[in-house]
């Protein structure tokens, strides 16, 4: 889920800062989603509760993005609370398990890519943002109505494909939006966007992975 400040004035960006704590974050994220992974059974009759907590925290931080007050110690805690959660997911499916090194190779490989071309273009991709976030909101019915309506292995494909594209989308819209400075928001705020991005984007990576795994 997405919540995009309006603008109001520019602040000053620091690239450094932002891939520095990028990395810093997904690296957390990762080490907390291997140990959600090798403790998936320890784990797993608390994942509604963990994931509960992870949707609060991402409440709160839609909130306080409003009022541009994400620290670092916030941006942190939920990324890893977030790896922990997708972690304890993948462990508790072995076909995940299988393709999960495959997949996180090919997510890095394409946020690469998309990253040099967010920052070498010029504003194209800013006028993407009221796009991206209507088709966000369109997925999520869809994944929902599916969900209820007894998915098939066809629908996994289908969304996983088309959230793979649309996270293509906001990886370049939120990388080029934090170096045009388009938002009044600070580096911990664009870190958390961008890792949301691209947990969405290894997700869907990982789900078509494990389909044609058991091809």
Known sequence: MYGYSVESREVSFSAAAFWGNLFGTVLFAVAAGYLGAMNS???????GIL?????AMLFV????????????????SFTGLSGLVTGVA????????????????ETIGLFAVLSVIAIATGQVFLRMGTFLYAMLIA????????????????????LSSIGGLLFCGFVLYDIQRAYK??????????VVNVYLDLLNLFMSILNLNAFFSKK
């Open 90 to 105: 993948i462990g508790a499916n072995p076909v995940y398990m299988h393709v999960v090194g495959i997949s996180a190779l």
């Open 139 to 158: 997925l999520i019915i869809v994944d929902l109505i599916s969900f209820f309506a007894f998915r098939t292995p066809a629908d996994q494909v289908v």
């Open 181 to 190: 400075k388009r938002y009044a928001e600070t580096v911990p705020m664009l």
């Open 41 to 47: 059974a320890l784990l797993s009759p608390f994942a």
């Open 61 to 76: 931080m839609s909130f306080m993005r409003r009022r541009k007050s994400i620290s670092y110690a916030t941006a942190y």
């Open 51 to 55: 994931w509960l907590v992870e949707f």
